[in-house]
């Protein structure tokens, strides 16, 4: 019965890492369309940290998918991990759309 729930938390915290990496897709992708387009040096180098950021919050997601689905560690190993993730992308994509709006004031 308690592996049961443990799986159900497992499959949980997988699907919404999923739901997060598919968000983070749509941000490289509004990064990358033609509105977007650094006009300034300031512009260019904040682009260029943003995209850093949600390719490394993307890898880091892919590396927790990974160890929750091959079922390495316990799903309670993961949920500070879990959590600092949605965090950060809380953070990275509150980021995106402040330089977006500065972009688009250009």
Known sequence: MKSDLIEVEKSALVMRLERNQND????????????????????????????SGLETLDNSNTQIIRSLKSRKKSVEEYVDSAKEQLNKFSQLQQRVEDYVASARNC
Not at 34 to 43: F, K, V
């Open 24 to 51: 983070l897709r749509q941000l490289k992708n509004k990064l990358n369309s033609y509105i977007c387009e650094p006009r300034t040096y300031s512009l260019f180098e904040r682009i260029e940290s943003l995209k």
